[in-house]
C-alpha cells in the first residue's frame, strides 16, 4: 500500500469523530496501525485518545497500537490516557502499562483544579489564554476576542 494511501485512510478516520464502523476499516487496511500521520505527526491512538473515543481506543489497542510510543512533547497515548477518568482503565491493567510519575500525577492534579474553575460555564467555541507580557497575578486573559483581567469583568 503506499504511504499517500495510508495517509488518506488514517486522515479519514480521524475525521469520523470515532465512529468505530470506520476506525475498523482503517486497521483492516493499513500495514501499520501505529503510522504516523504525515501532517499531524501523530498516530491514530492518539488521536483517539486525544478526542476521548473509547471505542476508537478499544479498536486501535486490539489490532496492536502501541499505547507507550512517545508522541507530541514525549508523552504517550497510554500516559496521556491515565491522566483521565475515562480512558484510563484502557492502560492501567496492561502487563506493559507505564505509571505516571509523581510529578506528572501533582501535574495532572493542579490542572484538573484549574480546569475545574470552568465546570457548569457553556465553554463551546471558548479558548482561553493568559497574556505573556504581564506579571502573573495581573495577567489578563483572552477569551475569544475580549480580555477581562483574572477578577472578573470585560477589559
Request: glycine share 12%.
Amino acid at each position: 500500500m503506499e504511504a499517500g494511501c495510508q495517509g488518506r485512510r488514517w486522515d479519514a478516520a480521524r475525521r469520523s469523530g470515532g465512529e468505530p464502523e470506520i476506525v475498523a476499516e482503517f486497521v483492516r487496511q493499513v500495514r501499520d496501525v501505529d503510522a504516523v500521520q504525515p501532517r499531524a505527526g501523530n498516530t491514530a491512538l492518539w488521536e483517539a485518545v486525544c478526542w476521548g473515543h473509547k471505542a476508537s481506543v478499544r479498536t486501535l489497542l486490539a489490532a496492536g497500537a502501541n499505547p507507550w510510543r512517545p508522541q507530541t512533547g514525549g508523552r504517550s497515548p497510554g500516559g496521556l490516557a491515565l491522566t483521565t477518568t475515562t480512558l484510563a482503565p484502557y492502560f492501567a491493567d496492561r502487563p506493559d502499562a507505564v505509571p505516571l510519575t509523581e510529578g506528572e500525577r501533582a501535574a495532572q492534579e493542579d490542572t484538573d483544579r484549574r480546569a475545574a474553575a470552568f465546570a457548569g460555564l457553556y465553554t463551546d467555541g471558548l479558548s482561553a489564554r493568559p497574556i505573556t507580557t504581564c506579571w502573573a497575578p495581573t495577567a489578563p486573559w483572552t477569551v475569544r476576542g475580549w480580555r477581562a483581567p483574572l477578577t472578573g469583568g470585560r477589559g
